[in-house]
T-cell receptor
């Protein structure tokens, strides 16, 4: 079955540590996105990538980094510079030839202790 | 910059009733897409319905329909004959119909369908 896989589903981190969230898709989509979801804030865009080896900052990129070395993969690193990293993180992808529909993973819940 | 506003943080309706969720947006673009996404308690976000701005006819998907008012920049979602499984967060979203653009989401409306 085609879809998006995020891992881990739950992650705990100590302050000062970097952590990487995985996002893999087998939908052959060109575009991939990372959103952060906080209660009452909706979804806020962290980074997005329209093509391999290229990505753009979203609205809240500070303290985060990404890479896009393969079409299928778009990992997100939450660095120690991110001041409030505890959140729910959603990865999504879309076809650039389609009508913009996003396909989402199940999300990763990061808690900083 | 584009913005999407959902003015109803939370709503509750009885099962089988009809409910309308509001969404307004701000853009200077003429060609764009609008979406409603549903996020059930299980957290997997799915597309409910999509509207292309150049189409005057309102989109419908079974019990879900929209009221798209382009001049007023309004895009409301109507759920008819609501079911318990409709309980979820609903997000309105906007995307310019150009290359290399991103989707902007509203803050969401939490909808409770009561038995």
């Amino acid at each position: 079955d085609g879809g998006i896989t995020q891992s881990p589903k739950y992650l705990f981190r100590k302050e000062g540590q970097n952590v990487t969230l995985s996002c893999e898709q087998n939908l052959n989509h060109d575009a991939m996105y990372w959103y952060r979801q906080d209660p009452g804030q909706g979804l806020r865009l962290i980074y997005y990538s329209q093509i391999v080896n290229d990505f753009q900052k979203g609205d809240i990129a500070e303290g985060y980094s990404v890479s896009r070395e393969k079409k299928e993969s778009f990992p997100l690193t939450v660095t120690s510079a991110q001041k409030n990293p505890t959140a729910f993180y959603l990865c999504a992808s879309s076809s650039r030839t389609g009508a913009g529909e996003l396909f989402f993973g199940e999300g990763s819940r990061l808690t900083v202790l | 910059a584009q913005t999407v506003t959902q003015s109803q943080p939370e709503m509750s309706v009885q099962e089988a009733e009809t409910v309308t969720l509001s969404c307004t947006y701000d853009t200077s673009e003429n060609n764009y897409y609008l979406f409603w996404y549903k996020q059930p308690p299980s957290r997997q976000m799915i597309l409910v319905i999509r509207q292309e701005a150049y189409k005057q006819q309102n989109a419908t998907e079974n019990r879900f329909s929209v009221n798209f008012q382009k001049a007023a920049k309004s895009f409301s979602l109507k759920i008819s004959d609501s079911q318990l499984g409709d309980t979820a967060m609903y997000f309105c979203a906007f995307m310019k119909r150009v290359r290399d653009d991103k989707i902007i989401f509203g803050k969401g409306t939490r909808l409770h369908i009561l038995p």
